[in-house]
């Protein structure tokens, strides 16, 4: 079956430093691939999101990038700030009637 | 901003109890959703819905029960509990487009 696979957590970076979080998944046909972030103590947000191969999903300076070859959606931000310690979840929706399969999460924690 | 609301944000509940936990959304979704999260855990999927009918129970104990009043409104019946019931847990609704778009969630107690 479907299957997201992100790289463990937890991930402590310094302010201003690059992040990468690895996302690589498993599925049959062409799914949509999701990003979402859970702040302490908060629910989840939609962070970006691409729906077909070489697409690239943006938003509050993340970026990720659909790649069908590798299948792969891994998270980039290129300076990081306190504000984004979260758990980060990598997730996509396939040909399950809406299901969303969702990675293990991986907990980012961002020092002064 | 979510236009998923959820309903309370905090329950304490006993294991005789019967509380529900409400949802509303307001973007027009025809599909919602129940998901069950522990501490930094993925969400784990309980119930769909798709036009106001129930068409995913992924084998839930029946001490919870949905219900979908409307298009706009999701419930979930709470009666019995169990201690290790204790959890976030998340109302999320979306198009037939697929994106998911979650509540901030009710953080439920069973004691």
């Known amino acids: 079956g479907d299957s997201v696979t992100q790289m463990e957590g937890p991930v402590t970076l310094s302010e201003e430093a690059f992040l990468t979080i690895n996302c690589t998944y498993t599925?049959?046909?062409?799914?949509?691939l999701f990003w979402y972030v859970q702040y302490p103590g908060e629910g989840l947000q939609l962070l970006l999101k691409?729906?077909?191969?070489?697409d690239k999903g943006s938003n509050k300076g993340f970026e990720a990038t659909y790649r069908k070859e590798t299948t792969s959606f891994h998270l980039e931000k290129g300076s990081v700030q306190v504000s984004d310690s979260a758990v980060y979840f990598c997730?996509?929706?396939?040909?399950?009637?809406?299901?969303?399969?969702f990675g293990q999460g991986t907990e980012l924690s961002v020092k002064p | 901003d979510t236009e998923v609301t959820q309903t309370p944000k905090h329950l304490v509940m006993g294991m005789t109890n019967k509380k529900s936990l409400k949802c509303e959304q307001h973007?027009?979704?025809?599909?919602m959703y129940w998901y069950k999260q522990k501490a930094k855990k993925p969400p784990e999927l309980m119930f769909v819905y798709s036009y106001e009918k129930l068409s995913i129970n992924e084998s839930v104990p029946s001490r919870f029960s949905p219900e979908c009043p409307n298009s706009s409104l999701l419930n979930l019946h709470l009666h019995a509990l169990q201690p290790e019931d204790s959890a976030l847990y998340l109302c999320?609704?979306?198009?037939?487009?697929?994106?998911?778009?979650f509540g901030e969630g009710s953080w439920l107690t069973v004691v």
């Open positions: 999320a609704s979306s198009t037939s487009g697929n994106t998911i778009y």
């Open positions: 599925a049959t046909g062409y799914p949509s």
């Open positions: 973007m027009g979704h025809r599909a």
């Open positions: 691409a729906t077909k191969a070489d």
């Open positions: 997730a996509l929706s396939g040909n399950q009637g809406g299901k969303l399969i």
